[in-house]
């Protein structure tokens, strides 16, 4: 349960972050005429890694942002090839969002060290070890 409970803490800890950076990042609040892009890459298939993506979708369709009203979401998948990892993040630069999130630290290793991402935020969510009682 304490490890849930953790996991969940977590979680929400990388969603707040994004909520909160995303409008100040293109200078305006939800509802306005800016599409936000937002890029979202994990490594491989997995139901934790899967809730985290759709999580972050919910929690700023929560904010008001409505995929094709004033957000879009281009969401890759590497299965398991770090190959991918590092074209999806090429591509990912080129298109230049207003966020890149890199669900997995292989994921973030591929975002991280690419020219032109400075200004970006990337967020990676930690998954929690079982803590022995």
Do not use: W
């Not at 995303?22 to 305006?28: D, H, K, S, T, Y």
């Not at 985290?52 to 590497?78: H, M, P, S, T």
């Not at 090429?90 to 973030?108: G, Q, R």
């Amino acid at each position: 349960m304490r490890k849930k409970s953790l996991l969940v803490l977590v979680a929400g800890l990388c969603l707040a972050l994004i909520i909160t950076a995303l409008p100040f990042m293109a200078g305006c609040a939800p509802g306005g005429a800016e599409v936000y892009k937002v890029c979202i890459t994990q490594i491989a298939t997995h139901p934790d890694l899967d809730s985290n993506r759709q999580g972050i979708i919910d929690a700023l369709a929560e904010k008001g942002f409505v995929e094709g009203e004033n957000i879009e979401y281009i969401v890759r998948n590497a299965e398991g090839d770090m190959t991918a990892a590092a074209s999806i993040a090429d591509y990912f630069v080129s298109l230049e969002p207003d966020v890149i999130n890199a669900i997995t630290t292989p994921s973030a290793q591929a975002v991280a060290p690419l020219p032109g991402i400075e200004s970006r935020v990337k967020f990676k969510p930690l998954k929690q070890r079982p803590i022995e009682e």
